[in-house]
């Protein structure tokens, strides 16, 4: 009887913590930032997040539909952010109800596709067309490239407003699932840096540079997902991703916390800008016809800009400690359109 309501004590106890640290994708909203004991749920599905600092920086409500018959679809993107760069993606998608079918007509996915888009590994698990199921495992080089639209023009943006950079090159992994009347997907995208070692030079071109170890680490998490999506567990919980300070992140240069804004004035006046050398002036005009993310360095006598890439304001302060004649006096002017300048 004592260990009957020591239990029952544990289990009260322990619930409403739960409930309370579950959170529906639609109720998210841009720029939310995942809290540590968050679970994020669309439907009858949840998926907890590796500990890192997430963001949401696009959503997307969607439907399915069978004949007349039509179910809500929630699709979420996270960010994991690091000072100004982004060092992975997690896209979340689901339907909120299942449609009154076991017939899903022409969502093959890559699969079936024709001709099959070339990856480092794919895996259909004997699924039949009508309920297809799919992993596959490649190196994207244009991440998130100009001209994005949809849900992903919107990621774009987002982070471009944050002055948070990424790289163009990412390892993805892309499980997608229809099954019952359920639709499931959960694709990660990370830096490739992520999966290799500190000291060693990265250069990915094909898919067969994609590292074993991450085919390794998506082949267990697809394994949990696929209890997910059969709704065998309710929860999945992602693996943790390498430690930064072991993996190739470790060599880039140090990344930096963006400054607020300190001057409503536009970057463009000239009156404002602590550098009147015609190298500067014209290292500002430059900046200012550059895309976002971007970000304008000053020194003494000196101003370097950087856009674009994995880290453009900690890229734009590593090229003015480099080529300045006085190092030391390296101070961030400028990100996207906000001066950011503190006098001495």
């Keep these: 009887m004592n260990i009957f309501f020591r239990c029952l004590v544990a289990i009260s106890f322990l619930g409403p913590a739960?409930?309370?640290?579950?959170?529906?994708?639609?109720?998210?909203?841009?720029?939310?930032?995942?809290?540590?004991?968050?679970?994020?749920?669309?439907?009858?599905?949840?998926?907890?997040?590796?500990?890192?600092?997430?963001h949401l920086i696009a959503i997307h409500q969607g439907e399915n539909r069978a004949g007349q018959a039509r179910a809500d679809v929630t699709t979420g993107v996270f960010a994991y952010i690091d000072g100004t760069r982004t060092l992975a993606f997690i896209n979340f998608s689901a339907s909120e109800t299942s449609l009154p079918t076991n017939l899903w007509v022409g969502y093959s996915g890559d699969c079936g596709s024709i001709p099959v888009i070339p990856v480092r590994f794919r895996e259909s698990f004997g699924s039949h067309p009508n309920q297809p199921e799919c992993h596959e495992v490649r190196l994207l080089k244009n991440f998130l490239r100009s001209g994005a639209?949809?849900?992903?023009?919107?990621?774009?943006?987002?982070?471009?407003?944050?002055?948070?950079?990424?790289?163009?090159?990412?390892?993805?992994?892309?499980?997608?699932?229809?099954?019952?009347?359920?639709?499931?997907?959960?694709?990660?995208?990370?830096?490739?840096?992520?999966?290799?070692?500190?000291?060693?030079?990265?250069?990915?071109?094909?898919?067969?540079?994609?590292?074993?170890?991450?085919?390794?680490?998506?082949?267990?998490?697809?394994?949990?997902?696929?209890?997910?999506?059969?709704?065998?567990?309710?929860m999945f919980t992602f693996s943790d991703i390498p430690k930064l300070e072991e993996t190739a992140i470790a060599d880039l240069p140090p990344t930096q916390t963006r400054p607020l804004m300190t001057d409503n004035a536009p970057v463009s006046d000239l009156s404002k800008f602590p550098c009147t050398t015609d190298t500067c002036i014209n290292v500002l005009k430059r900046y200012l016809d550059?895309?976002?993310?971007?970000?304008?360095?000053?020194?003494?006598?000196?101003?370097?800009?950087?856009?674009?890439?994995?880290?453009?304001?900690?890229?734009?302060?590593?090229?003015?400690?480099r080529r300045a004649e006085s190092p030391e006096s390296c101070r961030i002017y400028a990100v996207n359109n906000e001066i950011v300048w503190k006098p001495q």
């Design 290 to 321: 550059r895309p976002r993310p971007r970000a304008l360095v000053v020194a003494k006598g000196r101003a370097f800009s950087f856009w674009g890439g994995e880290d453009p304001l900690a890229n734009a302060m590593d090229l003015c400690k």
């Design 149 to 234: 639209k949809g849900i992903w023009g919107a990621a774009r943006e987002r982070l471009s407003e944050l002055g948070v950079g990424w790289s163009p090159r990412q390892l993805e992994s892309r499980y997608n699932r229809h099954i019952w009347g359920d639709s499931f997907n959960f694709s990660v995208w990370v830096n490739p840096r992520l999966f290799s070692p500190k000291g060693k030079l990265v250069s990915l071109e094909t898919n067969d540079d994609v590292p074993q170890q991450f085919v390794d680490w998506s082949k267990r998490q697809v394994e949990q997902l696929r209890l997910l999506s059969e709704r065998k567990i309710g």
């Design 18 to 54: 739960h409930a309370q640290s579950e959170r529906p994708l639609k109720h998210f909203r841009v720029g939310d930032a995942l809290r540590s004991d968050e679970i994020i749920s669309i439907g009858p599905r949840a998926v907890r997040l590796p500990q890192a600092n997430w």
